[in-house]
């Protein structure tokens, strides 16, 4: 009797403690609170109240009312937003396997699932080593002169006066520029049906999402398939003449995992189109505040025309195109780019997705909510950066503090890009102040959502080459 006892004693004491450790792992932070915060109405949460006004002062009331964790609800999604430096670390780079990327599936099935932001672990490993190959220091710096003559061109054909929607225009040299880095030089067929399709593409990405013939989305999604197919023809053609070029997509021609398996077409599509659609909308916007900055602060772009023009002197004197070691050596327009980069700070936010309940400085972040790093908030910070919204290159003579400036992001997603993206706005501004000037049109402030942040109407401007007027 004693013994049957024991035995259930010891298989209670067992059952407890496995039960207890089981509730300890699966749901640790059971003790924990939502952060502050509301969740607005039945069903719609806050959402009408982030699209009714602008989303930045949406976020930064919030945070002035419940500090620097608050939930809320919207796109119907309970949210977790975070607007302190350490939050985003947290998020981002040491506690990042907790925290997927989500995207919405309709946006998924425009750009291609296998694209690597949409994913986490090995598969968005592997892929992100060669995007980060194809776009390193050592493939990057091969491509100034192509660059250069891409914002030379775009640059020529604004001359005379007439007005131009500075980011359209933007868009069209990111896009080229894009198109280099992928394919290095690509054959004008193929490069005219690429920007055909794209454009539909683009125009449909931010539409409703419907299957309903002759919607913007559903041309979006039959303009995608026509894509596959070109790209399809591109990728045949490269391994028929079985090059091994240091391009992108170089690159994911010839990887291989460690089963030796290559990456299928599709998947290879994907990544391209991804990599497109990443490097073409945020690198114009933040161009077009270049050029809207430059404009509202005449003696700053004065300090850039003088550093430009002795380099285009220098240049012009021995003949020689804009080399890759001067773009490294561009102190005062550099300045000039990360200070638009903080106050334009195009990626107001992220989005992520808690895999598991998630406690933070004592606050739960439960399983299945959106996590929002709240970027801007932090780079328009007081404590971080001193009369945040004026714009002040000279900040940067100093180094930000760490975590404080992440206009490209940080940890396991953060942007491949950002040395690509920097060169095109250095090359871009040697050019346009160097030999341009111009006025902008109509309306001097405002912003409007694309759904990056941008100049209103894209910033209407009119441009003259200097010499001709
Ligand atoms: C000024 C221009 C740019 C800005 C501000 C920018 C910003 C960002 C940010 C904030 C992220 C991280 C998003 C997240 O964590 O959810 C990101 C990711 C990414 N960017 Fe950029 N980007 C720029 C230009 C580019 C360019 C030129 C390219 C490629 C040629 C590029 C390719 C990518 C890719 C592929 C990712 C996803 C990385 C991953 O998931 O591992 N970006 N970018």
Redesign the pocket.
């Known amino acids: 009797m004693g013994g049957i006892f024991l035995h259930v004693f010891f298989f209670l004491l067992a059952l407890l403690s496995y039960t207890f450790f089981r509730r300890d792992k699966r749901e640790p932070r059971k003790k924990a609170k939502l952060p502050p915060g509301s969740m607005g109405w039945l069903f719609i949460g806050e959402t009408l109240q982030l699209y009714s006004q602008d989303p930045n002062v949406f976020f930064a009331d919030k945070q002035k009312r419940y500090g620097e964790i608050f939930k809320t609800h919207i796109l119907g999604c309970p949210c977790v937003m975070l607007a302190s430096p350490e939050a985003a670390r947290f998020i ?1 780079v040491t506690q990042a396997h907790l925290f997927k ?1 989500t995207y919405p599936k309709s946006k998924e099935c425009l750009i291609g699932p296998s ?3 949409f ?1 986490q672990g090995d598969y ?1 490993l592997r ?2 080593k060669l ?1 980060q190959a194809s ?1 390193s220091l050592d493939a990057i710096r091969n491509l100034v002169a192509d660059i250069e003559a891409a914002a030379v061109s775009a640059l020529d054909s604004w001359d005379g006066g007439r007005v131009i929607n500075t980011f359209q225009e933007m868009k069209k040299f ?1 896009f080229e ?2 198109i280099l ?2 394919f290095g030089h690509l054959n004008d067929h193929y490069r005219q049906e690429l920007k055909k399709n794209y454009l539909i593409l683009d125009k449909g990405y931010n539409s409703f999402p419907t299957n309903i013939p002759g919607t913007p989305y559903k041309k979006a999604l039959q303009a995608r398939k026509r894509l596959n197919k070109i790209l399809g023809d591109i990728i045949r053609e490269r391994k028929e003449k079985r090059l091994h070029e240091k391009d992108l997509l170089g690159f994911l021609l010839n990887s291989k995992d460690e089963k030796g398996e290559v990456l299928s077409d599709d998947k290879i599509a994907d990544n391209i189109v ?2 497109l659609f ?3 909308d ?2 114009a ?2 161009i077009t505040w270049i050029v809207k900055y430059l404009h509202d602060n005449p003696k700053l772009l004065e300090a850039v025309k003088t550093e430009q023009k002795s380099i285009r002197k220098l240049n012009e004197e021995g003949n020689q195109p804009l080399s890759w070691t001067q773009t490294k050596n561009m102190p005062v327009t550099y300045k000039v780019i990360l200070e638009s ?1 903080r106050m334009a700070s ?2 107001s936010f ?3 997705e808690a895999v598991a309940d998630v406690e933070y400085r004592g606050y739960l972040i439960p399983k299945g909510w959106k996590v929002m790093p709240l ?1 801007r908030n932090i780079h328009h910070n007081p404590e971080f950066f001193t009369d945040p919204h004026k714009f002040d290159p000279s900040r940067f003579e100093t180094a930000p503090k760490p975590n404080t400036f ?13 040395e ?3 060169l ?2 250095l090359v871009m501004t040697h050019h346009l102040v160097s030999k341009f000037r111009w006025e902008v049109i109509g309306s001097q402030s405002g912003i409007q959502y694309g759904p990056f942040p941008i100049p209103l109407q894209g910033l209407p401007a009119r441009f003259w080459k200097e010499s001709t007027r």
Request: charged share 10%; glycine share 10%.
């Open positions: 981002l990327p694209a690597l932001f994913h968005h892929l992100r995007v776009l990111s520029v894009g880095a992928i991804g990599v990443a490097a073409q945020t690198t916007s933040v980069l195009i990626i992220t989005f992520r970027f992440m206009p490209f992001g940080s940890g396991v997603h953060a942007c491949p890009g950002n690509l993206a920097k095109e706005m």
